[in-house]
């Protein structure tokens, strides 16, 4: 499996050899496990902001969004008004996206109005089993569970996180574990 050989020569799934901020990415945060509601929020959040978008430009631009969206602590998002929605759409270190924008202050709300904690709301969709894809051909974009879980998100109040973005979100907090056989973090996650 040559395509899965790092210059480095380590073996990580393609996507993770093809630049250095991926291959940190992907060796130290993709597929791990990951909780807590300001966390899970960013990363719901930042799928979001890549919809449409390479994965790199929100890598590259996750501090300033951790600036511009206050650490992502919900409670303070919930509370930003139109003088932040403002301040937002001219921040050049975010992507300036008014319904991307939008979406994460509504989502912060709908945080506040749950009636479980976001962490057990989004862990309750991680799959009881889950097959190791061989290649990147064998990972799909779309589940049942993501299907379920962007349809439980937009009942309870959440915008912009369909079916694609909820699975992203689940590879990239170790819900499901997409590294391909052969990966080294292959089940280290």
Known sequence: M????GQDGVKRCSWGNSTPDYTAYHDEEWGKPLH???ALYERL????????????TI???????????????PAKVARFGDADIERLMADAGIVRNRAKILAAVNNARAIAD????????LWSFAPAKHKRPRTMADVPAVTDES???AK??????FAFLGPTTCYALMQATGMV???VAGCFRANRS
Do not use: C, T, Y
């Not at 040559?2 to 050989?5: D, S």
């Not at 749950?114 to 709301?121: G, R, T, Y």
């Open 152 to 157: 439980e998100l937009k009942k309870r109040g």
């Open 2 to 5: 040559i395509e899965l050989l």
């Open 147 to 149: 299907k379920a879980m």
């Open 45 to 56: 959040s930042l799928e979001s902001f890549q919809s449409g978008l390479s994965w790199i």
């Open 177 to 179: 574990d997409d590294h």
């Open 36 to 38: 807590g509601e300001a």
């Open 114 to 121: 749950l009636d479980v904690p976001l962490d057990e709301l």
């Open 59 to 73: 890598l590259r631009k996750r501090e300033n969004f951790r600036k511009a969206f206050r650490k992502f602590q």
